[in-house]
């Protein structure tokens, strides 16, 4: 190895396995059923690849792994593995770390803006079928031409209202707009601010760059977004985890293959990005996997079985950790086969049986040479990590987040004029202006209820000279000269 800095040691099995950085970008996965070391195996690389000046980004599911900024050797079973191991001089440390939080509560407040999420992401979280979704669409590119912002829930939902109030003016341009449709999305619209996802949504949007920052010693600052929270609606979070990965693609540069990838970015619960996905983000999903590794990112898929990931994005990652699987069904046992099958064997080594071996810890071990060719799969025991497992304490984490230079930036709202403003004036103008025409009606019509009145009163008190000529004379003169005759004599 010409570079050994550049090897990130993750797991023993006889000899030392390890990750080497220049293919990380070929991404990753790392699969088990719950309770076999998926977390501990997701930390450990996030700190070989802080400490190697890489930036990380995770998402932090069940609030296990808020430790990373404090030095560790606080768990048994660490101290054990280290013992276990034979390290002698193994170091204890924290990480740089910054804390992100959709709601804003444990960590800086992350948002896209609506136009930045676009309408296939957004109809993947409000469920809608292929029409709906092309209406929705449609309301883009009206808000487009109209030059009409759309940054937060409230700008979409007007301007869904008022494309809907307004159908018949763009059923020519733009294609018909079903009543059932602008149902649809306000109604899903409604289910996303009741699920909180509200908050997604405005500005200061999250700048991608913060994402790729370094700490202390060079070190690769590790960002964590809490989700535990998030996770109750986890078609909001696959979706906000999805844009994040594409605007990495959109805004990043090409590199190109390099000694280091530009960042790792790890897809925890990764199945719920393509449950029930349709085809069209499905492919689009791919296509991001397949070239974002030009861009320098790495991806690592975490998920219980690696079934749960389509063929054509399982046959991108080379860097593999599986961990054990359950097989107590016939159903489960033609997924452990399934997943035996995706390594390189080794003589000797029956996967399939080890597989449902595998110890707490354990995992079958395969990576990247050189050469872009898989190892052969060796069964290891995976390094502890160097940080602390308990939690961080809502005193440390509040102390961990206001120290960050990001600080003061996200949490401040900004709301500036957007559609929601400008359909508004526009709806006040309108009133206005019905309500001018209204009393100019009004108007009109008491001018002539008022001249009915002086006929009337005219009329009436005409009627008490009849039968003398002066009477006559004043009914002529009066009609006569309003109707046009003239007064005869």
Excluded: C
């Amino acid at each position: 190895m010409s570079n050994p800095e550049l090897a990130l040691p993750i797991a023993k099995a006889g000899d030392e396995i390890s990750l080497l950085a220049s293919m990380a970008n070929r991404h990753g996965l790392i699969a088990g059923a719950t309770g076999t070391g998926k977390t501990v195996t997701l930390r450990v690389l996030a700190e070989q690849f802080s400490s190697a000046g890489v930036p990380v980004f995770m998402a932090d599911i069940k609030g296990d792994l808020s430790g990373l900024p404090i030095a560790g050797g606080d768990h048994p079973k660490v101290i054990e593995r280290v013992q276990k191991l034979g390290f002698s001089n193994f170091q204890f440390q924290g990480f740089p770390v910054v804390f992100w939080d959709v709601f804003g509560e444990q960590g800086h407040p992350v948002r896209t803006t609506v136009s930045d999420m676009g309408p296939l992401l957004l109809a993947r979280i409000m469920d809608l079928n292929e029409t709906q979704n092309a209406v929705l669409t449609m309301v883009f590119k009206i808000a487009d031409d109209s030059g009409m912002l759309l940054l937060d829930l409230k700008d979409l939902r007007a301007m869904v209202q008022f494309v809907g109030d307004n159908a018949e003016q763009y059923r020519v341009q733009y294609g018909n707009v079903s009543r059932a449709s602008i149902g649809a999305i306000q109604r899903g619209l409604l289910a996303i601010e009741q699920e909180g996802g509200g908050r997604l949504f405005g500005e200061p949007a999250l700048n991608i760059q913060d994402l790729i920052q370094t700490g202390h010693g060079g070190k690769g600052v590790i960002n964590i977004m809490v989700a535990d929270k998030l996770m109750q609606s986890p078609k909001i979070y696959a979706t906000m985890l999805l844009w994040m990965l594409s605007e990495l693609f959109e805004q990043l540069p090409e590199v190109g293959d390099r000694e280091k990838p530009t960042m790792i970015f790890f897809f925890d619960e990764a199945h719920l990005l393509f449950d029930d996905a349709p085809k069209a983000l499905q492919n689009k999903i791919e296509q991001v996997v397949r070239l974002i590794r030009s861009k320098g990112v790495g991806i690592f898929f975490v998920t219980q079985n690696p079934l749960d990931l389509p063929e054509d994005v399982l046959g991108q990652l080379g860097n593999r950790v599986q961990h054990a699987l359950r097989a107590f069904t016939p159903k489960d046992q033609k997924a452990v086969k399934s997943a035996a099958e995706t390594f390189r064997s080794k003589p000797g080594l029956n996967v399939v049986n080890v597989i449902t071996e595998l110890g707490v810890g354990e995992a079958l071990v395969s990576v990247l040479d050189s050469s872009g060719t898989p190892t052969r799969v060796e069964r290891a025991l995976i390094y502890p990590p160097k940080s602390r497992m308990k939690p961080l304490s809502p005193s440390e984490r509040s102390q961990v987040i206001s120290a960050s230079d990001l600080y003061g930036y996200y949490e401040k709202v900004v709301d500036r004029e957007s559609a929601y403003e400008k359909l508004k004036v526009r709806s006040e103008q309108k009133a206005l202006e019905e309500q001018a025409a209204s009393a100019s009606k009004v108007k009109r019509s008491s001018e002539r209820s008022e001249t009915a009145t002086l006929l009337g009163a005219a009329a009436k008190s005409a009627a008490h000279a009849i039968g003398s000529q002066v009477g006559r004379q004043i009914i002529r003169g009066v009609l006569g000269s309003i109707f046009g005759g003239g007064r005869k004599r």
